[in-house]
C-alpha cells in the first residue's frame, strides 16, 4: 500500500462518511493514485479482476451534487479515473466506469464516487 500523508478533516469532510475517514487516514484502503483533489483505493468486495474507487477528496454527496457544484472538480475525477485506467492496463480492451446517484440508483455510500471496473468482459450492464 503506498505511503500517503495523512488528511485533515475541512469544513467540507464529514466526520461519519466512510469516504471522508479514509480521506483523512483513519480508516485503511489500498491506495493507487491520489492527486491534492481525489483518491483512488481499491474496492474492498471488487466486482471485477479491476475494481477502483476514485473520489473527490471533498465530501459531496452524489455526482449531481458535485457536477453542478463544482464542474471542475467532477472532471478531475473524471481524469483521474482515466490516468487508473490507464496505470491498470484497460485502455486496449476498455472498461466500466460509473456513479450510482441516490437509492433508486443503487447508492450505497453518500459521498460521490465512481466504480472502475475492468479487467475481464463485464457483460451487460444491468441484469433483468
Known amino acids: 500500500m503506498p505511503v500517503r500523508k495523512r488528511w485533515s478533516y475541512h469544513a467540507s469532510m464529514s466526520s ?3 469516504f471522508c475517514r479514509i480521506v483523512a487516514g ?3 484502503a489500498t491506495i493507487v493514485r491520489e492527486t491534492a483533489t481525489t483518491l483512488a483505493f481499491r474496492d474492498i468486495d471488487p466486482k471485477a479482476p ?3 474507487l476514485v473520489i473527490p477528496k471533498e465530501h459531496y454527496a452524489d455526482v449531481a451534487t458535485l457536477g453542478q457544484s463544482d464542474p471542475e472538480l467532477a472532471g478531475q475525477v473524471l481524469a483521474t479515473a482515466t490516468e487508473v485506467a490507464e496505470a491498470e492496463g484497460l485502455l486496449a480492451d ?3 466506469l460509473m456513479f450510482n446517484t441516490g437509492g433508486h440508483g443503487g447508492q450505497e455510500v453518500f ?3 465512481a466504480h472502475l471496473l475492468g479487467g475481464a468482459p463485464l ?3 444491468l441484469a433483468r
Open 123 to 125: 457483460g451487460p450492464m
Open 16 to 18: 461519519d462518511c466512510l
Open 111 to 113: 459521498h460521490v464516487h
Open 94 to 96: 476498455g472498461f466500466r
Open 50 to 52: 479491476v475494481h477502483v
Open 26 to 28: 483513519e480508516i485503511p
